[in-house]
Nanobody, 113 residues
Framework: QVQVVESGGGLVQAGGSLRLSCTAS??????MGWHRQAPGKQRQLVAR???????YYADYVKGRFTISRDNAKNTVYLQMNSLKPEDTAVYYCAVSVLGRDYWGQGTQVTVSS
């Protein structure tokens, strides 16, 4: 059984930083990533990282966010710098194995202006 647990959200002022962590148990995951959903908006991909550390970033976070993973711990991180109020959302971790995605419950990130 796959379990996905996020941590690290919170309230921060614009220009500040937060680091999100996500630990998944139950398998070895080919792809791990972060998505976010703001109130009234669709969930959108923020960044993802493959098992070989190949990364993808959405344009709106390039240069500000960094995704990384520790395969030994089955953990993926999202370092978020220069945060903006529009980054406010619930951030969800998603991990993939054998073509199936598993999601965490989400962690709230709030950026005040």
């Amino acid at each position: 059984q796959v379990q996905v647990v996020e941590s690290g959200g919170g309230l921060v002022q614009a220009g500040g930083s937060l680091r999100l962590s996500c630990t998944a148990s139950g398998s070895i995951f080919s792809r791990m990533g972060w998505h976010r959903q703001a109130p009234g908006k669709q969930r959108q991909l923020v960044a993802r990282i493959a098992s070989d550390s190949d990364t993808y970033y959405a344009d709106y976070v390039k240069g500000r966010f960094t995704i990384s993973r520790d395969n030994a711990k089955n953990t993926v991180y999202l370092q978020m710098n220069s945060l903006k109020p529009e980054d406010t959302a619930v951030y969800y971790c998603a991990v993939s194995v054998l073509g199936r995605d598993y999601w965490g419950q989400g962690t709230q990130v709030t950026v005040s202006s």
